[in-house]
C-alpha cells in the first residue's frame, strides 16, 4: 500500500506545466487518465481506512 500511496502523492504533484509539455493532442486524455487513476486510489484508501477501522473495532 506504500507504493500506492507514494504514486497518489506524485500524481498529485503533476502540474499543468508538466501536461502542456505533452504533445497537444495527446493532453487532454493524459489529464483525464491522471484525474482518474488519482480517483481510485484515493477511493482505495478510502476504503482501506474503513476495512481497518472495522477491523479494529471487531477485536
Do not use: F, G
Request: hydrophobic share 40%; aromatic share 2%.
Amino acid at each position: 500500500m506504500k507504493n500506492l500511496q507514494m504514486l497518489l502523492i506524485s500524481l498529485e504533484q503533476i502540474t499543468l506545466q508538466d501536461i502542456s509539455e505533452i504533445p497537444h493532442d495527446k493532453q487532454h486524455e493524459v489529464a483525464i487518465q491522471v484525474e482518474k487513476l488519482q480517483e481510485q486510489l484515493r477511493q482505495i484508501q478510502k476504503e482501506r481506512t474503513i476495512y481497518r477501522c472495522a477491523t479494529m473495532s471487531a477485536i
